[in-house]
């Protein structure tokens, strides 16, 4: 069975980091691309940062350019995001989801969350002081 599954959420004080990890089971990353989302209340769910199944290409969003950064370990099938100088409107649960139409070794960068079919559940980034 097909599953994401996310951690690394949690409080954290201004210009702190955080990694978050997204373990996926039941299927192989070189045939899936995979993306971090996020959404804050009242607010729209926004994509952050991809990586295409290939591994050779990731995307930042601009609102993260410079302070977040995607990878991936294909041994432990599990992709992270590093998350550097956090600020207080960062606040949002993060979702890692999976776009299974890109095929294998691909360099395609899925953007749209209507994309993807599988997600996490979800965690809870918070920075405060």
């Known amino acids: 069975q097909l599953q994401l599954v996310e951690s690394g959420g949690g409080l954290v004080q201004p210009g702190g980091s955080l990694r978050l990890s997204c373990a996926a089971s039941?299927?192989?990353?070189?045939?899936?691309?995979i993306g971090w989302f996020r959404q804050a209340p009242g607010k729209e769910r926004e994509g952050i940062s991809v990586?295409?199944?290939?591994?050779?290409?990731?995307t930042n969003a601009d609102s993260v350019k410079g302070r977040f950064a995607i990878s991936r370990d294909r041994a432990e099938n599990t992709v992270y995001l590093q998350m550097n100088s956090l600020q207080p409107e960062d606040t949002a649960v993060y979702y890692c989801?999976?776009?299974?139409?890109?095929?294998?070794?691909?360099?395609?960068?899925?953007?749209?969350?209507?994309?993807?079919?599988?997600w996490g559940q979800g965690t809870q980034v918070t920075v405060s002081s």
């Open positions: 039941g299927f192989s990353m070189d045939y899936f691309a």
């Open positions: 990586i295409t199944s290939s591994g050779r290409i990731t």
């Open positions: 989801a999976a776009d299974d139409s890109v095929g294998y070794y691909s360099d395609y960068v899925p953007r749209h969350p209507s994309e993807y079919n599988y």
